[in-house]
């Protein structure tokens, strides 16, 4: 019999670990040299979270975003902010039939599993909000009337920090959904070489088909929660929470929706890597792209760095402080 079991559970853990090396190797087919840009929006989607991807124009944010989407077989939409955009452009409203003299409710992008807000700094703070409730609780409120949203459900934002012209930054409310924030970075030259064959006679985009199903996502979510994580890991968590907290260096600590975005995060990675359990390595790792983008730094200590890299400094220098459990 625990033969029998062992079996088993190694059939599971190989169709598990199968799925995700299937999506991982898809998206990795359009977005080259960058696996750990790819793995870290694999554990958000495993996690059940949502993704910011921030950098400069031109090197994969959208692209990283629309392959996620695309390896996917679920509802998609994409939602180009700009500064005209209204609450209704995005979540919907409801509009009289005359015919008969009722309310029919019109269900915006939003309700679809996965949503590419682009470019979401570009639309005013009041439109940004319309996302808040729909982040959090899954669902969306209009005119007292609430509605669910599909599941699974996940937003992937993009967003350029070095352009200010036009644009409206993400308050701390709204950055603190995002569950990590990552950047891509340019191309190696070998890397860069290869995307321009890739795109030579046709776009990889195009090519792409389906890999996971909703159904597997459901499933590899609900596999996430049941890793392991001992007492030590968790101690160790809210070590590094709390010195952020208590850090002169910062105005603003992590949120417990920050700790347990950690928490789940760490459980998806490990996953993704095929454990069972957690390991301490698992929260250094997820640190930064968790943490960094829900901390604001004190104005004495500012420099002339932006301040998504001063929060990394930071975060850096208190990591040094901890002691990582054996």
């Known amino acids: 019999m625990r033969n029998l079991r062992t079996a088993s559970?190694?059939?599971?853990a190989a169709t598990v670990a199968e799925r995700i090396d299937l999506l991982q190797a898809a998206v990795e087919r359009v977005i080259r040299g960058k696996p750990e840009a790819v793995r870290l929006a694999i554990v958000t989607l495993l996690a059940g979270g949502h993704l910011?991807?921030?950098?400069?124009p031109g090197v994969g944010k959208t692209t990283l975003a629309h392959a996620m989407a695309l390896a996917l077989d679920c509802s998609f939409q994409r939602i180009q902010f700009t500064s005209d955009l209204l609450p209704s452009d995005v979540v919907g409203l409801s509009v009289y039939n005359q015919q008969d003299s009722l309310f029919e409710w019109k269900p915006g992008p939003i309700f679809a599993n996965i949503i590419l807000a682009d470019e979401i700094n570009r639309t005013t703070p009041k439109t940004q909000s319309a996302l808040l409730e729909a982040?959090?609780?899954?669902?969306?409120?209009v005119e007292g009337v609430t509605h669910p949203l599909p599941t699974p459900f996940m937003v992937l934002a993009t967003q350029n920090p070095i352009e200010h012209h036009g644009?409206?930054?993400?308050?701390?409310?709204?950055?603190?959904?995002?569950?990590?924030?990552?950047?891509?970075g340019y191309p190696e030259t070998g890397d860069e070489k290869q995307i321009l064959r890739d795109r030579e006679h046709s776009e990889p985009l195009e090519e792409m088909r389906p890999v996971m199903s909703a159904s597997d996502v459901i499933e590899l979510q609900q596999s996430v929660t049941e890793v392991s994580v001992d007492d030590a890991i968790v101690d160790y968590l809210m070590r590094i929470v709390a010195a952020t907290r208590a850090s002169e260096m910062l105005d603003l600590g992590v949120s417990p929706r920050g700790t347990l975005s950690l928490f789940r995060a760490a459980q998806a990675?490990?996953?993704?890597?095929?454990r069972s359990y957690c390991l301490p390595d698992?929260?250094?790792?997820?640190?930064?792209?968790?943490?960094?983008?829900?901390?604001?730094?004190?104005?004495?200590?500012?420099?002339?760095?932006?301040?998504?890299?001063?929060?990394?400094?930071?975060?850096?220098?208190?990591?040094?402080?901890?002691?990582?459990?054996?």
Do not use: C, G, N, W
């Not at 910011?52 to 400069?56: F, R």
């Not at 982040?135 to 409120?141: I, L, N, S, Y």
């Not at 990675?269 to 095929?274: D, K």
């Open 9 to 12: 559970t190694d059939a599971v």
């Open 52 to 56: 910011l991807i921030e950098d400069v």
């Open 135 to 141: 982040m959090a609780e899954r669902h969306v409120t």
């Open 167 to 184: 644009t409206y930054p993400l308050p701390e409310s709204q950055l603190d959904r995002f569950m990590l924030r990552l950047r891509i």
């Open 269 to 274: 990675l490990a996953l993704l890597e095929e």
């Open 282 to 326: 698992d929260v250094k790792r997820l640190v930064i792209p968790v943490f960094a983008h829900r901390i604001a730094v004190s104005s004495r200590y500012s420099s002339a760095m932006r301040r998504s890299e001063e929060a990394e400094a930071v975060l850096r220098e208190i990591m040094k402080t901890i002691s990582v459990p054996l």
